[in-house]
C-alpha cells in the first residue's frame, strides 16, 4: 500500500524559511518513472503545483516561485523535503505531497496518490 | 508556461443531470491533461489521465475527450457523491500546471 505523510510546522512567522517533509512508503523513489510534487492550496483557492523530484534526481519548479522553493531527497531514507524562504501570510495554505508516476506503458503522468496536506499558517 | 482556464467557474445541477466541464490550455498540450476531483477538506483525487483514460474504480458515467488546447470532462449522470471540485492539470511541459477549478454544486 502506497502512504505519502506531510509534516512540518503549523505556523511559521513572516520572512521565515518553511521546511514540510514528505515521508512515503509503499514505492520507491529510485524506481524509473517515480516521482514526488508538492502542491499547495490556499484556503478556499485552487491548488498551486509547487515542484517535482523524479527518480533520476531531476527536479522541477513553479516558474513564479522557483526562487523560494528547493526540493530534495534524504539519502537513504523515504523522504522528500520541501524548503520554501522568505514565507509571507499569502503562503497561507495546505501543502499536499503526492506521488507521480506514468501510467503503464505510456508517457501520462498524473498524481496517483496525496497525502492527507499539512496546515501552514503564516503570522507574526 | 503553460496556462490552463476551465468553464465555467462554478456550476449548479441536479441529481441525474449530464454535465459538461471545459479546459482549456494556452498552448498545445496534445492528450497530456489529467482530471482530478476534491471533495472539502480532502486530498484531490485523479479520475482520468491522458485526456480520455479513466483510472481503474473510476465510475464510467465520467469521461473525457479532447486535444491540443481544448479538453472536457463529462460526468454523464450525476450522482450525490460527484458534487465537488474538478481539476484539470498538465502535464505536458513542467510545471505542471491546474487549472482554477469547477465547483459542482447541487442545484
Known amino acids: 500500500q502506497v502512504t505519502l505523510t506531510e509534516s512540518g510546522p503549523a505556523l511559521v512567522k513572516p520572512t521565515q524559511t518553511l521546511t514540510l517533509t514528505c515521508t512515503f512508503s509503499?514505492?520507491?523513489?529510485?524506481?524509473?518513472?517515480?516521482?514526488v510534487t508538492w502542491v499547495r492550496q490556499p484556503p478556499g483557492k485552487a491548488l498551486e503545483y509547487l515542484a517535482r523530484i523524479d527518480w533520476d534526481g531531476d527536479k522541477y519548479y513553479s516558474t513564479s516561485l522557483k526562487t523560494r522553493l528547493a526540493i530534495s531527497k534524504a539519502a537513504s531514507k523515504n523522504e522528500v523535503v520541501l524548503t520554501m524562504t522568505n514565507m509571507d501570510p499569502a503562503d497561507t495554505g495546505t501543502y499536499f505531497c503526492?506521488?507521480?508516476?506514468?501510467?503503464?506503458?505510456?508517457?501520462?503522468?498524473?498524481?496517483?496518490?496525496w497525502g492527507t496536506g499539512t496546515t501552514v499558517t503564516v503570522s507574526s | 508556461d503553460t496556462q490552463m482556464t476551465q468553464s465555467p467557474s462554478s456550476l449548479s445541477a441536479s441529481v441525474g443531470d449530464r454535465v459538461t466541464i471545459t479546459c482549456r490550455a494556452s498552448?498545445?498540450?496534445?492528450?497530456?491533461l489529467n482530471w482530478y476531483q476534491q471533495k472539502p477538506g480532502k486530498a484531490p483525487k485523479v479520475l482520468i489521465y491522458g485526456a480520455s483514460n479513466l483510472l481503474s474504480g473510476v465510475p464510467s458515467r465520467f469521461s473525457g475527450s479532447g486535444s491540443g488546447t481544448e479538453f472536457t470532462l463529462t460526468i454523464s449522470s450525476l450522482q450525490p457523491e460527484d458534487f465537488a471540485t474538478y481539476y484539470c492539470q498538465q502535464s505536458y511541459s513542467s510545471p505542471c500546471t491546474f487549472g482554477p477549478g469547477t465547483n459542482l454544486e447541487i442545484k
Open positions: 503526492a506521488r507521480v508516476r506514468p501510467a503503464a506503458g505510456t508517457r501520462y503522468y498524473y498524481m496517483d496518490v
Open positions: 498552448q498545445s498540450i496534445s492528450t497530456y
Open positions: 509503499g514505492f520507491s523513489l529510485s524506481s524509473s518513472g517515480m516521482c
